[in-house]
């Protein structure tokens, strides 16, 4: 049975040349490790600008060590957890690995090193109490999950924490024992209350069941950046984050979101900056795969940044008390197309 250090779960659902520029960037930035892809209901049939899904299938082979989940389960907005379980349980059997790692395909790697960063614990989370913190609509919405807090109950348990999930990690059995106790519970057929459970069912079980015995927690231990600060829409990355987080010891080694895109600006500067250009450019047969100069780097930064700040300034309008009693005729008025 082969072994890898870090397996890597991803759902997926468009653009199969932006899963392989993912694919590539994972491989590049991290030795010895796997990736198990899910497939959402659609992504057979997906739109891409660049190959069909069959050639996507047979570059994947190509790269290797990528492994293709055999079953597809319902994926949405909130709808998530339960493709990264059927992933877990497809290659836990298959391949051995000491981490599985929850990632996003939106999600690109910016440096090398994390399995040394790692590996001297049992899982990475930053916790979030939903009872203290008021501001995360999750957590409201949680505490509503009456499956949840009923299973809970039943162990004798009554913590709920949360925690993002994008950068997270758990060693292969912390993991399995958290999914043998999530599978107890809960069926996501039956929808019920609508919302991350991600960002709830992992965290809350890893804490409870660290309550009973020693678990070594990376706490804060998230290794992927997203401006949580900022308002949903301004969620982007620029280069100059990208510049910031890697001139300083710090303990993040991806960031998210970056546009599915396969010529989006960031994308080009992490692949040409990285070195995977021209592997890119080969497995997919073209050169439309573009590289950026420092120029374009500066004018394309310079434009994300405004659209941005335009963004920012529309948004703190419509939600002032004046603007949401006449939301309807401002938005039509200010910001028609």
């Known amino acids: 049975m082969k072994k890898y250090d870090i397996v890597f779960s991803i759902p997926v659902h468009e653009k199969y040349e932006v899963v392989i520029d993912l694919v590539l960037n994972m491989f590049h930035y991290n030795q010895n490790c796997a990736i198990v892809l899910h497939y959402s209901n659609g992504f057979r049939d997906a739109k891409s600008d660049f ?25 949405g907005v909130f709808d998530i957890i339960q493709a990264h379980i059927s992933n877990f349980r497809y290659v836990e059997s298959l391949i051995d690995f000491d981490f599985f790692a ?37 957590s409201d919405l949680a505490k509503q999950d009456m499956v949840l807090k009923g299973y809970l109950a039943s162990r004798g348990w009554s913590k709920i924490m949360g925690s993002h999930v994008e950068g ?46 020693k678990v070594r927690i990376l706490e804060n231990g998230l290794y992927c950046w997203t401006p949580w600060d900022k308002f949903y829409e301004n ?8 510049k910031r987080l890697r001139s300083k010891e710090n303990k993040i080694f991806s960031v998210k979101r ?12 992490i692949r040409k900056d990285a070195g995977y250009l021209k592997e890119e450019q080969e497995l997919l047969g073209t050169d439309k795969i573009r590289s950026i100069n420092m120029l374009q780097i500066s004018l394309c930064e ?36």
């Open 258 to 269: 970056v546009p599915r895109e396969i010529n989006h600006y960031v994308r080009r500067f």
């Open 235 to 242: 969620w982007d990355v620029f280069i100059r984050d990208i």
């Open 102 to 138: 929850i990632t996003a395909s939106n999600e690109v790697f910016i440096r090398g090193g994390l399995y040394s960063h790692i590996r001297g614990y049992d899982c990475g989370v930053t916790f979030i109490d939903v009872d203290t913190v008021k501001t995360w609509m999750i």
């Open 302 to 337: 310079l434009r994300a940044r405004f659209l941005a700040f335009h963004r920012e300034i529309r948004n703190d309008l419509l939600s002032s008390a004046f603007v949401i009693r006449y939301k309807p005729f401002l938005k039509k008025l200010l910001f028609k197309g």
């Open 51 to 75: 190959i069909s899904f069959d050639t996507f299938e047979r570059k994947i082979v190509e790269i290797g060590n990528v492994y293709i989940n055999p079953e597809t389960v319902r994926t």
């Open 168 to 213: 997270s990690f758990y060693k292969k059995d912390i993991m399995s024992e958290i999914i043998d106790h999530i599978e107890q519970f809960f069926n996501y057929k039956e929808k019920g209350v609508i919302y991350a459970r991600d960002e709830i069912f992992f965290s809350t079980i890893l804490w409870n069941i660290s309550q009973d015995r």
